[in-house]
């Protein structure tokens, strides 16, 4: 049976954990953090269970059919909707309602805010480096 590596998960998956590293990583550069070579330096540090556990929570946010139109309307793609559901479900201060502005049609705002409401929904989940170096999800 095949080991799940970080480059088998679906791009809204990458992207959730992505989020989290940023928001773990005390030597994160100030730029762009996918394109400073930390995501390449920490992702192979996962441990399986961390990405399995990844995988099912976004994969069951995604299948939630009312989600999956949420983020149509909100015009997000699945990297942006992966990043949210990282910083929205933690409570960051940020994430789908920072998607939305004054300007945004109602329609939009109402879809930001429903994602964000049931990202909160689905508690918080901490990233954290195991006795032996590995990253997990709590």
């Not at 679906?10 to 989020?19: E, G, N, Q, V």
């Not at 909160?120 to 999800?137: A, K, N, T, V």
């Given at each position: 049976?095949?080991?799940?590596?970080?480059?088998?998960l679906?791009?809204?998956a990458?992207?959730?954990?992505?989020c989290?590293?940023?928001?773990?990583?005390d030597?994160?550069?100030?730029?762009?953090?996918?394109?400073?070579g930390?995501?390449e330096?920490?992702?192979?540090?996962f441990h399986e269970?961390?990405?399995?556990?990844?995988?099912?929570?976004c994969a069951a946010?995604?299948?939630?059919?009312?989600?999956a139109?949420?983020?149509?309307?909100?015009?997000?793609n699945?990297?942006q909707?992966?990043?949210d559901f990282?910083?929205?479900r933690?409570?960051?201060?940020?994430?789908?309602?920072d998607?939305?502005?004054?300007?945004?049609?109602?329609?939009?705002?109402?879809?930001?805010?429903?994602?964000?409401?049931?990202?909160?929904?689905?508690?918080?989940?901490?990233l954290?480096?195991g006795?032996?170096?590995?990253l997990?999800?709590?």
């Amino acid at each position: 049976m095949k080991t799940l590596t970080f480059a088998d998960l679906t791009p809204f998956a990458r992207a959730y954990l992505i989020c989290a590293l940023w928001t773990f990583d005390d030597e994160a550069p100030s730029g762009d953090f996918e394109t400073s070579g930390r995501v390449e330096e920490l992702s192979p540090l996962f441990h399986e269970g961390a990405l399995e556990s990844a995988a099912n929570d976004c994969a069951a946010f995604m299948r939630d059919p009312r989600n999956a139109a949420r983020i149509e309307t909100a015009g997000l793609n699945e990297e942006q909707a992966g990043h949210d559901f990282w910083l929205s479900r933690n409570g960051h201060g940020s994430g789908f309602f920072d998607r939305c502005d004054h300007n945004s049609p109602d329609t939009v705002a109402k879809a930001c805010n429903e994602l964000q409401a049931d990202a909160r929904g689905w508690g918080e989940s901490d990233l954290y480096r195991g006795d032996d170096g590995l990253l997990y999800l709590s």
